[in-house]
C-alpha cells in the first residue's frame, strides 16, 4: 500500500520559511506527479506546487517566487521550500501523488502550517 509521510510543519513568523516533506513508500518512478495541496478552514483544498514524472513543475500564482517544490529520487522523498510566508500561507499541507499506471490518487495525512506573529 502506497504511502505519504509529510512532515516539517510548524510555526513560523511572517517572512521566515519552512521546509516541508513528503516521503513516500514507493519509488518516485511509480508516480506520474506529486505535489502539494493545501486547506485552510472553510476553505476548499487547492493545488500548490506540482512536479511532474519529468521534471516539469507548475505553482499556483500565490505562491510563484516564493515556494519551490523538488526532489529526491535517492530519497523517494519530495520537498517544498517555502519562504517568505505570509499568514494566508497557513493551512494544513497534504502531499499528493499520482500513481503512473493506475491514474490513482494517493494523499498523505497532512502537516499544518501556521503563519503569526
Known amino acids: 500500500q502506497v504511502q505519504l509521510v509529510e512532515s516539517g510543519g510548524g510555526l513560523v513568523q511572517p517572512g521566515g520559511s519552512l521546509r516541508l516533506s513528503c516521503a513516500t513508500s514507493?519509488?518516485?518512478?511509480?508516480?506520474?506527479?506529486m505535489g502539494w495541496y493545501r486547506q485552510a478552514p472553510g476553505k476548499e483544498r487547492e493545488l500548490v506546487a506540482r512536479?511532474?514524472?519529468?521534471?516539469?513543475?507548475n505553482y499556483a500564482d500565490s505562491v510563484k517566487g516564493r515556494f519551490t517544490i523538488s526532489r529526491d529520487n535517492d530519497k523517494n522523498t519530495v520537498y517544498l521550500q517555502m519562504n517568505s510566508l505570509k499568514p494566508e500561507d497557513a493551512a494544513v499541507y497534504y502531499c499528493?501523488?499520482?500513481?503512473?499506471?493506475?491514474?490513482?490518487?494517493?494523499w498523505g495525512q497532512g502537516t499544518q502550517v501556521t503563519v503569526s506573529s
Open positions: 512536479i511532474m514524472l519529468g521534471g516539469s513543475t
Open positions: 514507493e519509488i518516485i518512478v511509480v508516480f506520474s506527479a
Open positions: 499528493h501523488a499520482v500513481g503512473r499506471f493506475s491514474g490513482y490518487d494517493y
